[in-house]
């Protein structure tokens, strides 16, 4: 390569390799965004109702991703890698607001670490801590299993940040409007495809079946009201899950007869002692998740890259 043009890598060695630390360190994704908490709300709520919105995205960003290079096709292949960008999107988001709202939550990191708050969040706790719904992380069976996961996650999410966009917090407003374009998409390609295998070959339809019925018992928990959420969507901040039960019945039930498909009639999975998700109780496949997503950023807590 001539000097005339240098080299391409130039670029990325000068100047401040501190925007090269562990997390990117590119900018606060809540720069200019006013993270006053509302009057009357508790920071410490709104954190924790923040990290419960949040590992919901984070975690089945996650397992979206394990999809990268293993679809049916290229242009599926690219919208799962797609739809994972977008939930990790909103999660950083959340888990930016998290620590603005309540910086006691985010895990203690050695002096001088450059992790951000929400990458520390999302690196640097353990399995209890995490608020996700169990549906998001459950290991990834075949392609019928994460259409039928997508569909039963993003008609809920949806219907939540369709009502979160006016919410008291100006954060959660902002990220609810933002994030109702992208989980409509979602929706909309989970519908799509569970029509497609439903009226596939025998094949199609058989896998479609047998993902529903390992599926359907957690999808209650999407719409099954933690103590948090009704206290903060009392005080105008949050959404009570159970006021969506009505409208997500719609869909699905929408979705499962056009495809000719019956409902499901498997019990909700019950939690121990009452606890779930929301309470730091998750699955075995849980703490797996979080070694490999978890592995890099544990064993190098003050690393530049």
């Known amino acids: 390569m001539s000097d005339e043009h240098g080299s391409v890598f130039d670029g990325l060695l000068g100047g401040d390799s501190s925007q090269w630390a562990f997390g990117t360190d590119f900018e606060d994704p809540l720069a200019g965004v006013d993270t006053t908490t509302p009057a009357g709300v508790d920071g410490a709520e709104l954190a924790a109702y923040c990290l419960m919105l949040g590992d919901d995205a984070l975690i089945m960003s996650q397992r979206l991703s394990e999809w990268c290079s293993r679809a049916p096709d290229l242009e599926e292949d690219i919208a799962l890698a797609n739809m994972a960008l977008d939930l990790l999107g909103q999660a950083r988001l959340l888990l930016a607001r998290a620590a603005a709202a309540d910086p006691g939550v985010v895990p203690a990191l050695p002096e001088g670490s450059p992790v951000p708050p929400e990458d520390a969040l999302a690196f640097f706790r353990d399995d209890h801590a995490f608020r996700n719904v169990r549906l998001a992380e459950v290991a990834n069976g075949d392609f019928a299993h994460v259409v039928v996961r997508l569909l039963l ?87 009570d899950p159970a006021s969506l039960r009505e409208e997500v019945d719609g869909v699905l039930d929408q979705v499962l007869a056009v495809s000719g498909v019956p409902r499901p009639e498997c019990a909700p999975l019950a939690g121990v002692g009452g606890r779930t998700g929301r309470d730091g109780l998750h699955t075995e496949g849980f703490s797996r998740l979080l070694a490999e997503m978890q592995v890099v950023a544990r064993a190098h807590p003050s690393g530049r890259w």
């Open 153 to 239: 996650f993003s008609t809920a999410r949806l219907a939540l940040l369709e009502r979160l966009r006016t919410s008291r917090d100006q954060v959660l407003a902002a990220v609810a409007a933002k994030g109702v374009k992208e989980v409509a998409y979602h929706r909309d390609w989970a519908g799509r495809w569970f029509l497609t295998l439903a009226r596939g070959t025998e094949e199609s339809h058989r896998r479609l079946l047998a993902a529903l019925d390992a599926l359907w018992p957690l999808r209650a928990e999407l719409v099954a009201p933690h103590p948090l959420e009704r206290s903060l969507a009392g005080a105008g901040v949050g959404v």
